[in-house]
């Protein structure tokens, strides 16, 4: 057989491991499957056979020994014919006819039985082994979903369509899951070992990547991947989706582009990034905006970016570069806003310094349950300064800056939503004082247990409304009558 790449033996595998069959793809176990499966042992304890690789008995069993021997003579042929470094650089499809003729060739010669789907099944794997991330591949190519949580090779879950349930990734052994991780970070110049058991880190196609290994991950390796949504939602589709309705998505329009300074608050997974990312398109061109995160995912929808992103301390524990350090950089940058994918320390102060001095409109999100609760988390990160200053003060800073925020809520049963739309109006003593304009009241709970309810008005009329009407923009009355249904 011609050699179609030079000779370059950096590919290896377990014999077993790359030839146990074909994988099949990521499935969701059924909760029924969940309860007569026995739970998981730890890897520490007893390894998961694979299927294939039981021993065979009978007539049957000799045939399988025969095609697992044929199997483990292609892969050290594989070693011989290809050449890592340039199997890189061909593009997949090109790369899929290379090794399916590969394939198909030995087959034929070794008189393998592989059906038309095996053999494609089987092509697909071994690419995604070669060039990609393994078992992990289909999952990230799937559009329908969003995270994959894996604790430890055979318990693994996914959220598919906004439902977390659990799935079949066919990890070998924790080996070749902890290869897979390491190879997930290094291509990011990090490192994980024993000395440094957990990692952060943002994945090529922008996903969001964390690992902890052993020895604090008792039972294997602890993976959570955020799928980086190469489709942009803007607001209309949220609408579409049953986010907010019209009316709200209006006025929200209208408090961004008039320079009203915006937190989104909510939980994790709630759609905080999602909806950051909506709201940009409606600033205005001629803005240049300067973006700062932990790990770059926002996506907005204006030419004028500049995009910053911390930098975690090396192996000697320097080089730190913290989110404070970037807000008070981007400041000299000459920004009209400044945007926070997510505050949550010291950089609160410097954020909100910029807010009260000709940065209105900046934006940034935090992980709170309530628009409440979101002021009471920035006070305490002002806290966190170690500043000299007083309840008041602080207080005073907080409510001088922040002029609307969004509360997103992550239903039971996936549907995410705004919940509430609240501004905050001044200080009355000590106390920050905030209206909410809209709300999303729950109604009821269908058979299939899906949520039911409607968005309405609170009744109040928002004190921006008259700045809006120095800008020429007048919304309806209707929006705001109470107990209006949006």
């Known amino acids: 057989m011609t050699n179609r790449f030079s000779a370059l033996q950096n590919f290896s595998f377990d014999d077993e491991e790359l030839f146990d069959g074909p994988a099949q793809p990521a499935t969701p176990v059924s909760e029924a499957q969940q309860a007569a499966e026995p739970q998981a042992k730890p890897a520490a304890e007893a390894k998961p056979v694979p299927e294939a690789v039981t021993q065979p008995s009978g007539e049957n069993g000799g045939s399988q020994?025969?095609?697992?021997?044929?199997?483990?003579?292609?892969?050290?042929?594989?070693?011989?014919?290809?050449?890592?470094?340039?199997?890189?650089?061909?593009p997949r499809d090109q790369l899929l006819a290379e090794i399916r003729q590969f394939v198909s060739d030995y087959a034929s010669e070794e008189r393998l039985a592989f059906n038309n789907s095996e053999l494609?099944?089987?092509?697909?794997?071994?690419?995604?082994?070669?060039?990609?991330?393994?078992?992990?591949?289909?999952?990230?190519?799937?559009?329908?979903?969003?995270?994959?949580?894996?604790?430890?090779?055979?318990?693994?879950?996914?959220?598919?369509?906004?439902?977390?349930?659990?799935?079949?990734?066919?990890?070998?052994?924790?080996?070749?899951?902890?290869?897979?991780?390491?190879?997930?970070?290094?291509?990011?110049?990090?490192?994980?070992?024993?000395?440094?058991?957990?990692?952060?880190?943002?994945?090529?196609?922008?996903?969001?990547?964390?690992?902890a290994i052993r020895p604090i991950a008792i039972d294997g390796p602890l993976v959570s991947i955020r799928k980086f949504s190469k489709n942009k939602l803007s607001l209309d589709k949220l609408v579409e989706f049953g986010a907010l309705t019209k009316p709200m998505a209006e006025v929200l329009h209208h408090a961004v582009h008039s320079r009203m300074t915006t937190i989104i608050s909510g939980g994790t997974g709630t759609g905080k990034t999602t909806m950051l990312n909506a709201l940009s398109a409606f600033i205005s061109e001629k803005e240049r905006i300067i973006t700062i995160e932990d790990a770059a995912e926002l996506a907005l929808h204006i030419p004028h970016v500049g995009r910053m992103e911390t930098r975690p301390a090396n192996n000697e524990g320097s080089g730190e570069i913290k989110q404070r350090d970037l807000v008070k950089n981007a400041l000299r940058m000459r920004p009209d806003r400044v945007i926070l994918g997510e505050v949550r320390g010291e950089e609160a102060f410097d954020m909100l310094q910029a807010m009260n001095t000709g940065h209105e409109g900046s934006m940034a999100t935090i992980h709170s349950n309530t628009p409440r609760?979101?002021?009471?988390?920035?006070?305490?990160?002002?806290?966190?300064?170690?500043?000299?200053?007083?309840?008041?003060?602080?207080?005073?800073?907080?409510s001088s800056a922040i002029h609307l925020i969004v509360q997103l809520t992550r239903l039971s049963d996936?549907?995410?939503?705004?919940?509430?739309?609240?501004?905050?109006?001044?200080?009355?003593?000590?106390?920050?004082?905030?209206?909410?304009?809209?709300?999303?009241?729950?109604?009821?709970?269908?058979?299939?247990?899906?949520?039911?309810?409607?968005?309405?008005?609170?009744?109040?009329?928002?004190?921006?409304?008259?700045?809006?009407?120095?800008?020429?923009?007048?919304?309806?009355?209707?929006?705001?009558?109470?107990?209006?249904?949006?």
């Open 65 to 90: 020994r025969k095609i697992l021997e044929a199997k483990s003579k292609l892969h050290r042929k594989m070693l011989d014919e290809f050449n890592l470094a340039a199997l890189e650089q061909l």
């Open 120 to 211: 494609e099944q089987f092509v697909g794997t071994v690419v995604d082994e070669l060039t990609g991330l393994g078992p992990l591949e289909p999952m990230m190519r799937n559009p329908d979903i969003s995270d994959i949580l894996i604790n430890g090779p055979d318990n693994c879950y996914a959220e598919i369509k906004g439902v977390l349930q659990r799935v079949h990734i066919p990890f070998q052994d924790e080996a070749h899951l902890l290869r897979i991780v390491n190879k997930i970070v290094a291509a990011v110049g990090r490192r994980i070992d024993e000395s440094n058991p957990m990692c952060d880190a943002r994945m090529a196609d922008g996903s969001r990547f964390n690992a």
């Open 373 to 398: 609760d979101a002021i009471s988390r920035l006070e305490q990160m002002l806290g966190m300064t170690g500043m000299p200053m007083t309840v008041n003060s602080i207080r005073s800073q907080i």
């Open 414 to 486: 996936g549907q995410r939503k705004i919940t509430s739309i609240a501004e905050v109006t001044g200080m009355e003593g000590d106390v920050i004082q905030m209206q909410e304009i809209f709300k999303f009241c729950r109604t009821g709970l269908t058979e299939d247990g899906k949520i039911v309810g409607h968005f309405e008005a609170t009744g109040v009329r928002p004190r921006f409304l008259e700045h809006l009407v120095e800008l020429g923009v007048e919304l309806p009355g209707e929006y705001f009558e109470p107990g209006h249904k949006l």
